[in-house]
């Protein structure tokens, strides 16, 4: 198997045009080629390959058990060739036309709104839909070609990219602390002023883990909200405590808006491991305009993401 280098696409293809045809001349009248020219090219391929691929007689040709076999791996390799000449050609081309996104109000209000701008600007034949909400949609019913998905698992009907595992803070403002102290274990919580969400499964509940033991209770809220948006800014207006998402609070953490309570605990609000992904319909390869956006917004949210929080032992 030491002169695979001889196999060329073009081979592959009059091989593919012989047993299809069942005829070595009508194939070479066909490509304009002698009928010598035609034969060598098989005799290269047996030899190549070190088997007979034709049964030769003076009407017709038929390949052999081993010829059948490489005709179906010559068919596959030509259409993957084929499939990834489509890919990279697209890559020239310029997207254009609508492409729909569907995101978390939150997620979409702070981390895809602003950056609208630059992509449609980049990208000037492209209409961008954005729509948000809370529920969960079908994108194949909606019609919505890319949608951020915030999921312990990949839906199997859909393909997509991983954004980054999603991490919990447990948090509060600077002058919080300062007033009312810090919490160190999930039991002195329930002395402090909490800040709840409550979406359409009820409200949420905290857990908390810590070597192999944990804990999970629904938080007695001073305040509790259907609206993330509201419930950040209370907790920024000295409210309370608050468990949120690092996509939510990351940033404000970085700036020391907020301060990290219980930094010793693993704190969540869902019994598995949250991620981010950017998922689409249909079949494996994205359209242009879907892969265009994914990649824009994955290099907007860079890896790992901007708003990953720090904390002060690992930002020296």
């Not at 194939?27 to 030769?56: F, K």
């Not at 905290?206 to 999970?216: A, I, L, P, V």
Request: a neutral charge; proline letters at 6%.
């Amino acid at each position: 198997m030491n002169k695979l280098s001889q196999i060329s696409a073009r081979s592959m293809q009059l091989f593919l045009a012989i047993v299809r045809e069942g005829n070595l001349s009508e194939v070479a009248r066909n490509e304009g080629l002698a009928a010598s020219s035609l034969s060598r090219v098989v005799q290269q391929l047996e030899l190549a390959l070190e088997t007979q691929l034709l049964y030769r007689n003076t009407r017709a040709v038929i390949a052999t058990e081993a010829g059948h076999i490489y005709a179906d791996t010559f068919r596959t390799m030509l259409q993957q060739l084929a499939d990834a000449q489509t890919q990279v050609g697209e890559r020239r081309d310029e997207p254009g036309g609508r492409i729909r996104i569907n995101a978390p109000i939150s997620f979409g209000l702070r981390h895809i709104g602003p950056k609208i701008s630059e992509l449609s600007e980049r990208y000037p034949r492209l209409h961008i839909e954005l729509n948000l909400n809370d529920d969960y949609i079908d994108p194949f019913a909606d019609g919505t070609d890319l949608l951020l998905r915030i999921a312990a698992l990949q839906d199997s009907e859909l393909h997509g990219r991983l954004i980054a595992h999603q991490q919990c803070h447990l948090v509060a403002t600077p002058a919080y602390v300062r007033r009312y102290g810090q919490p160190s274990t999930p039991e002195e919580l329930q002395s402090h002023r909490l800040l709840a969400y409550r979406g359409k499964s009820g409200l949420q509940r905290w857990r908390f883990q810590r070597g192999e033991k944990s804990c999970q209770f629904s938080p007695q809220a001073k305040i509790v909200s259907d609206n993330a948006e509201l419930l950040l800014q209370a907790a920024l207006s000295d409210a309370g405590i608050l468990l949120f998402p690092d996509w939510q609070v990351g940033e404000m953490l970085n700036r020391n808006e907020l301060v990290a309570l219980m930094p010793d605990f693993t704190a969540s609000y869902s019994p598995t491991p949250q991620s981010l992904w950017l998922l689409y319909p249909g079949g494996k390869y994205p359209s242009l305009n879907t892969r265009t956006v994914i990649d824009f917004l994955l290099a907007s949210f860079g890896s790992p993401p901007y708003w990953r929080y720090l904390p002060p032992r690992l930002q020296e």
